[in-house]
């Protein structure tokens, strides 16, 4: 069904100022088993899981949204690899990818389970996976996650590695935490063959006694400094995703900067955001969303739910506005990023 003026050819939806809208990232759970500093408090009152949709009604939607031109779908969290079934959905979804629907199918994770489910993965396409990792000291990465254990992720990528899986990493720049381990962090990448991206912390979510604005480290300051020991080339490498590459001569491996804070990179913004309780986030960084979730629940309208997805993104805003400076080091966004997917 193509319904309304946001859509102008079948299969494809653009929104109101002609982005096409092709990448779908979704939160299929907003639980995990870490309790990163950055991202959540020590104490998080997580969603009923009532409130949650089934791997069902999941796959329903993303399917959907493949119907429409997404070609692109990355599960993420929460943890995602937490969510009992969870392969049950990678399989369903890999069907997209084996009748030429979708081009990528791919997961952003911290690496806790992976050892248990990497086979699975490329089993069911996924061929290149994000991995959450700020720091190569154990004790320090203790301190970072709260929860998580250092040596069980390296047992995660040593699993990802072994089952063919092409590993990034994504590393938060956290200021007075993880400046002192840059130029080791891409040592060891390059040696791993991993591509590495650094992420400037965003204000989303309330985090406790954290305060962000003692976290924020601007990229523009991390390039400065790995630009000292390492010859950094601008790369026309893309992955759908907002991160800007450089090659790096000596490891011949490459560093991407997702840089929210200091550069908006709206402009060319090809994605949207769902919940797992099936609410379409149109931008990470605003409140503007829509309830997919009644649609897709509408027995009696086969169309409701396409319907609701064309409406919801022809209200895509321009671009986000996040904000950290001295006077307000509150949160830009209320909602953790653990809710709507990073
Ligand atoms: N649990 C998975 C993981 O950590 O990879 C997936 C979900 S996590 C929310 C996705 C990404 O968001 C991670 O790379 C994490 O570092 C990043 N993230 C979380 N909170 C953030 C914040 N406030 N600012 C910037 N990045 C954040
Ligand atoms: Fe969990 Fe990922 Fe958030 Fe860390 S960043 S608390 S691993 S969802």
């Not at 959450?132 to 254990?149: E, V």
Request: a positive charge.
């Amino acid at each position: 069904m193509k319904t309304n003026t946001a859509s102008s050819q079948p299969g494809s939806i653009i929104d109101p100022f002609g982005r096409t809208i092709s990448y779908l990232r979704v939160s299929v759970t907003d639980r995990c088993d870490f309790r990163c500093v950055y991202c959540m408090s020590e104490n998080m009152t997580f969603l009923p899981k009532s409130d949650v949709l089934s791997l069902e009604e999941l796959d329903q939607v993303c399917s959907t949204f493949v119907e429409e031109g997404v070609r692109k779908i990355r599960l993420t969290g929460g943890e995602p690899l937490v969510r009992r079934g969870i392969i049950w959905l990678f399989e369903r979804l890999g069907r997209h990818l084996k009748n030429g629907m979708l081009d990528e199918l791919t997961v952003t994770t911290n690496a806790s389970q992976l050892a248990k489910h990497a086979n699975d993965l490329v089993t069911c396409g996924v061929q290149r996976i994000n991995v959450s990792l700020d720091t190569l000291n154990p004790d320090k990465f203790k301190r970072i996650t709260r929860w998580g254990d250092f040596e069980t992720v390296m047992l995660g990528l040593e699993a990802g590695v072994r089952a063919g899986l092409k590993i990034k990493i994504n590393c938060v720049a956290l200021k007075g935490v993880n400046d002192d381990e840059i130029h080791n962090m891409v040592a060891w990448c390059g040696k791993r063959g991993f591509d590495l991206t650094f992420i400037e912390v965003m204000p989303m979510g309330d985090i406790g006694n954290e305060t962000r604005l003692n976290q924020y480290w601007p990229l523009s300051m991390v390039r400065a400094e790995l630009k000292r020991r390492w010859t950094l080339e601008e790369s026309d490498f893309t992955t759908a995703g907002p991160a800007r590459y450089w090659h790096i001569s000596e490891t011949g491996g490459r560093v991407g900067f997702i840089t929210p804070m200091t550069h908006n990179f709206c402009e060319s913004c090809n994605r949207v955001r769902l919940t797992c309780t099936g609410t379409l986030f149109m931008c990470l960084g605003q409140h503007d969303c829509a309830d997919l979730r009644t649609s897709l629940r509408d027995s009696k309208n086969p169309n409701a739910l396409k319907h609701a997805i064309h409406q919801a993104i022809s209200h895509k805003p321009k671009g986000h506005d996040f904000a950290m400076d001295r006077r307000q080091d509150a949160v830009s966004v209320d909602r953790h990023m653990s809710v709507t997917g990073g």
